[in-house]
């Protein structure tokens, strides 16, 4: 406690904010109540993709969602080919709204970095953008290293101090559009690099004056994780941090927000960017057509969670 206690001393001294002593566990998710606590979203896919999200009734029968080997499972369809519909996956929100707070996933599989295919793991408020949204883990197609990125209802300047040295800066205005993302260097953090070790954890911090993501590979993961007293400040530089600017306040522009986890395919993102992807318009020039005949390319498309936790900060 009194490290703990120190560091928070010297933030505050930094950037002349109030910040966390510490955080207590305020939900947990997990296979023993994720699915009662998150809804199956059966809606069009706002983002335009060719996919079928299905209720849960749909999902549990074809085998989409359900609890594997004591983790939470979300997956697609890797066996239609030619669907009517759209590829069938999973979408699920949470039914809980958080403003602020720790938000720690354990994720042991993601969906691989397979043309097409566009997963996210992100949050977002009502009336999008008013209350904004925020990307945590989210690519498309055969893009390996994760893009972290913020979007807002007007243009909104961040600034990127504190991260780490090699991620790079996409955009500082954040926007309803594309938002301001700011890109990793490690190939570890998404697809299949990231599934190859295990997976690990994503943990993202929301103050009222920054946002900051972190990924700890299985064998790096904080022992005050594991051990539930996660302690942000002894963690290190983020992979990406988003703090207030002159035209930004994140007090303001974010807010109530549900926990996304999803996998479309093709749609605003997947779909506009194939062309630039070689591989992918390798197969031709029409991402729907590759997802609608190649099923067995999705065999991998799927999400196996072991927890998500969100802490709230205890104040000094």
Partial sequence: MVRTTT????????????????YGLDT????SNFFQEFDHFNQPDPTQGFVEYVDRPTAEASGLSGIRNGAIYMGVDSVTQNPPNGRRSVRVQSQKTFTKGLFVADIAHMPSNTCG????????????PLSGEIDILEGVNTQSKNS???????ACQMSGFGALANTYIVGDQCNSRDGCGQATADNQNYGDGFNAI????????WTDWRISVWFFPRF????????????PLLWGQPIASFSSGATCNIDSAFKDHQIIFDTTFCGQWAGSVWGQDNECSAHGPSCSDYVSANPQAFTDAYWSINSLKVYKAQFL
């Fill in 7 to 22: 560091l928070a001393a010297v933030a505050a001294t930094l950037f002349g904010h109030i910040v966390q002593a510490t």
């Fill in 198 to 205: 295990g997976g690990g954890v994503y943990a993202m911090e």
């Fill in 117 to 128: 295919v566009w997963p996210a793991f992100w949050t977002f408020g009502p009336n999008w």
């Fill in 148 to 154: 972290v990125t913020l979007h807002t209802q007007n």
């Fill in 28 to 31: 947990l998710y997990d296979a």
């Fill in 220 to 231: 790096k993961i904080p022992n005050d994780i594991t051990a539930g007293s996660p302690e």
